[in-house]
């Protein structure tokens, strides 16, 4: 079993709807809980990271980690056909630790 | 301000050859961390150098090895390469231990 699981997608969903993502996880060392964006033959783009249970606003984006049951969510609002992109969790003992990712969810935004 | 820059960009090689790739982090970040990214997943962590010194290292062969520089720049060396090291190599720095880790461009290596 992997440590980080994550849906490999594809999430089609139409312009403006809400984009749901999430990932579990196994180790309760993780401490810290972040999420990338990466686009096709990119590097990834760091979009939120948060090291504490409950929810982090950043403009579109929302961010949830719930440590009770191990389950990391990033919410889109308002999606755009520029927000089709692959998404990928990431845990880690510490933020400048090694970081281990889920095998991340594509997501298309049609018009 | 220069995020992170990898080079080359892209790289072919053929089994059993050497190739050396290189990583220049984010303007005030000391730690540097490479990681291995298949086509379809995720990326894996290979090593972290910090102090110019190995400090982490992730389930990978002693194939691959690394070097960081007094600039904080550093190189990821693989041996031998085979058909299954064809990836795309990501470096990512942080400041320190407590910073969160940026991504550089990766560099895609292919092996034939």
């Known amino acids: 079993q992997k440590e980080v699981e994550q849906d490999p997608g594809p999430l089609s969903v139409p312009e403006g709807a809400i984009v749901s993502l999430n990932c579990t996880y196994s180790?309760?060392?993780?401490?810290?809980f972040m999420w990338y964006r990466q686009y096709s033959r990119k590097g990834p783009e760091l979009l939120m990271y948060?090291?504490?249970?409950g929810n982090k606003e950043d403009g579109r984006f929302t961010a949830q980690v719930d440590k009770s049951s191990k389950y990391i969510s990033l919410f889109i609002r308002d999606s755009q056909p520029s927000d089709s992109a692959t998404y990928l969790c990431?845990?880690?003992?510490?933020?400048?630790?090694?970081?281990?990712f889920g095998g991340g969810t594509r997501v298309l935004v049609k018009p | 301000d220069a995020g992170v820059t990898q080079s080359p960009t892209h790289l072919i090689k053929t089994r059993g050859q050497q190739v050396t790739l290189r990583c220049s982090p984010k303007?005030?970040?000391?730690?540097v961390s490479w990681y291995q990214q298949a086509l379809g997943q995720g990326p894996q962590f290979i090593f972290q150098?910090?102090?110019?010194?190995?400090?982490q290292r992730g389930n990978f062969p002693d194939r691959f090895s690394g070097h960081q520089f007094p600039n904080y720049s550093s190189e990821l060396n693989v041996n031998a390469l085979l058909l299954g090291d064809s990836a795309l190599y990501l470096c990512?720095?942080?400041?320190?231990?407590?910073?969160?880790?940026?991504f550089g461009p990766g560099t895609r290596l292919l092996v034939l």
């Open positions: 990512a720095s942080s400041g320190g231990l407590i910073e969160t880790q940026y």
């Open positions: 180790n309760s060392a993780f401490q810290y």
């Open positions: 948060t090291y504490s249970s």
């Open positions: 990431a845990t880690g003992e510490a933020a400048g630790n090694k970081l281990t």
């Open positions: 303007s005030g970040h000391d730690t």
């Open positions: 150098y910090y102090e110019e010194e190995e400090r």
